[in-house]
């Protein structure tokens, strides 16, 4: 502790180029955090433990094809299934397209059980009601609070992929897990059917629920072996599977968010590296004076290193707290758009890791000049002037 | 007075390429303890050469050292780091102050290295900057003194460790007629005073006179020896 403000004084004998590099570590930092962090939550969908008993049927084609209604008829008598619903993306527009959310026609009825993990907290009188209203919805809270909707309200959707715009009527406003859970509209599958005649009998997939996860291999194998030979055939997946296959239209997302966070942290070792070198160049002659005084090699170099360390670690607060700032903004305004960042947020892990790649950036852009500082014999450097 | 420094046969040699450069020559010398004398000779003498062997910032190539009651070829770094830190203290030419530590924490710099408490350091660095009648700037960086403040500060640094031995290379060389005088006076003050061996290097005739001895050297080995008549 009492070489702590020998350190500190230190650090600040630049304070210009103290302070640009805590700024160009903070940034990177900032930017490995963020991106990081949108790997980890793009993954959190991919790789949901909630959905371990849930399977997405759908047309083997691709989602543009249907499959038949008459299909969850013969999946919900197997004997693995619990619940079964169809499911159609919608893709109605609230008023002006910025007001992007999802919004899906589903079967009103096992709605809450399909969902049971991401419904969390739901009036029944309520659900009841939206099952009795065909022209009605249900909205999770964040929605419901974004838009000052309360149940009555009427919400006019705007339809892209159907020729149909719906006036929907709130009849129950539910509570979910996480924030993207509270950002989706549920209405009737029967309304957009009654109301689109090609959507008649037809559905875009259906959300299976198995009475256990260890059913759900055997449970995709049998509904896709039943309809292999049929007119339209199916591809079951986990849903997390059929939400990784969503996540691939963004491209190799992990691929290209780990190589830039790679070349990020060469350049922050880098940008640490010259600043380090240049300020120990710069005291040759006083680590010569400081080890003609009594300071070991040893301590010069416990010194040198910690100054550094100190230096990326400062860099690195700064960028782990303007990641957590900045993830709040991202979550009110990409985060509405994409419903995958809804819940985006810097996981502890990613703290953990620039926190600990930042230590390591100073402790490995220090060392080199460090250790040719301190080799250097005390002579030769008290003649470095 | 028992030598405090025992040179036998030191030798010197630096290397450019393979060309070996013969500093000093098989040079034999004791100083007792107490004493106070000066290096001079021409430049490339070995003078300064000389007084890094003797204060254990370099390493002969042959002979032996014995200052301070240790045998310095015998110590490795760490132990020659820590036997400097106990018995020598430096005055340099630059003073060598850290420019981002005020004359108060320069002055603590090598009492950090020791076991004094926060208070006792405080004693310890109020009295020797008393010493050199600097306890009005003790807040000052040296960017903030003169020449010859940042010299006693330097001194004043050097003797809070309370070493038996002040090397000083060429102290008044950056400093003007008067400053350089008061550096010297206060020299000899800490030798008669204190009793602190002193050996420093100097080409000046005037900063020589101050030391009782001088050692000339020319090419590496001892010219002659001129003692300075009692006042």
């Keep these: 502790m009492k070489f702590l403000h020998l350190i500190l004084r230190s650090l600040l004998r630049s304070r210009r180029r103290t302070l640009l590099t805590i700024l160009s570590l ?3 930092v900032f930017l490995v ?8 939550t793009l993954d959190g969908f991919a790789h949901n433990p909630d959905s371990a008993s849930r399977i997405a049927v759908r047309h083997k084609t691709s989602l543009a094809n249907f499959l038949p209604l008459r299909d969850g008829d013969w999946i919900r008598a197997q004997p693995e299934v619990a619940a079964v619903m169809p499911m159609q993306w919608f893709g109605g527009v609230y008023q002006d397209q910025r007001n992007f959310f999802a919004n899906f026609a589903v079967d009103p009825e096992p709605l809450a059980r399909i969902f049971k ?16 209203d065909r022209t009605g919805c249900v909205v999770g809270q964040g929605l419901a609070d974004k838009f000052g909707w309360k149940v009555g309200t009427v919400v006019p959707l705007q339809g892209t992929i159907f020729p149909f715009s719906p006036r929907l009527t709130i009849r129950g406003i539910f509570k979910g897990k996480r924030s993207s859970d509270e950002m989706v509209l549920y209405f009737q599958y029967k309304h957009l059917e009654e109301s689109v005649s090609w959507m008649q009998g037809r559905v875009g997939a259906f959300w299976v629920r198995a009475r256990a996860a260890d059913d759900v291999p055997r449970l995709i194998e049998r509904i896709d072996h039943h309809y292999r030979d049929d007119l339209e055939p199916t591809l079951s997946e986990t849903e997390n599977a059929f939400q990784l296959e969503f996540l691939k239209m963004l491209g190799d997302y992990a691929t290209m968010i780990q190589t830039i966070t790679a070349a990020v942290l060469v350049a922050i070792l880098i940008v640490t590296a010259s600043t380090m070198a240049m300020t120990i160049r710069e005291r040759t002659t006083e680590v010569a004076v400081f080890r003609a005084m009594g300071f070991t090699g040893r301590q010069m170099l416990g010194l040198l290193l910690a100054e550094g360390v100190l230096l990326a670690a400062l860099g690195g607060l700064l960028g782990i707290g303007l990641a957590v700032l900045a993830a709040g903004a991202l979550r009110g305004t990409i985060g509405v758009s994409i419903p995958w960042l809804n819940d985006f947020q810097v996981q502890r892990a990613t703290l953990l890791f620039c926190f600990q790649a930042t230590l390591a950036t100073g402790l490995l852009s220090t060392f080199i000049p460090a250790y040719q500082a301190v080799r ?7 003649r470095a002037l | 007075m028992p030598p405090i420094i025992t040179c036998r046969a ?5 290397f450019r390429g393979s060309l070996e450069v013969p500093v000093l020559q098989g040079l034999d010398l004791e100083i007792p303890q107490g004493g106070y004398y000066a290096l001079m000779g021409p430049s490339g003498s070995g003078k300064t050469t000389l007084l890094n062997l003797i204060a ?10 014995e200052v301070c009651g240790h045998a310095l070829n015998d110590l490795d770094d760490d132990d020659l780091a820590a036997w400097r830190a106990q018995h020598v203290g430096f005055i340099f030419q630059n003073y060598n102050l850290v420019p981002v530590l005020n004359a108060y924490e320069n002055v603590e710099l090598p009492l950090l290295l020791g076991s004094l408490g926060r208070r006792q350091r405080r004693e310890r660095v109020m009295e020797v900057l008393g010493m050199v009648n600097l306890l009005d700037r003790l807040h000052n960086y040296p960017r903030q003194l003169s020449g010859g403040q940042e010299q006693r500060v330097a001194i004043a640094r050097a003797i ?3 070493p038996d031995l002040l090397v000083a290379d060429e102290p008044t060389g950056a400093l003007d007629a008067a400053n350089a005088e008061e550096v010297m006076a206060l020299l000899e003050r800490l030798n008669q005073d204190l009793g602190k061996t002193i050996l420093l290097v100097t ?7 101050h030391a009782r001895v001088q050692i000339h050297l020319e090419k590496g080995v001892l010219d002659r020896t001129v003692e300075r008549n009692a006042p």
């Design chain 2, 56 to 65: 254990g910032i370099d390493r002969p190539t042959g002979g032996s050292l």
């Design chain 2, 203 to 209: 080409h000046d005739p005037k900063a020589a006179h």
């Design chain 2, 10 to 14: 030191i030798a010197k040699s630096y």
């Design chain 1, 33 to 40: 955090a963020t991106l990081q962090s949108i790997l980890g």
């Design chain 1, 376 to 382: 250097r014999p005390i002579v030769e450097g008290l």
């Design chain 2, 160 to 162: 809070a460790g309370d």
């Design chain 1, 117 to 132: 993990e991401e419904i969390v907290a739901y009036s029944e009188p309520q659900f009841r009601d939206f099952v009795r």
């Design chain 1, 26 to 28: 903070g940034v990177s």
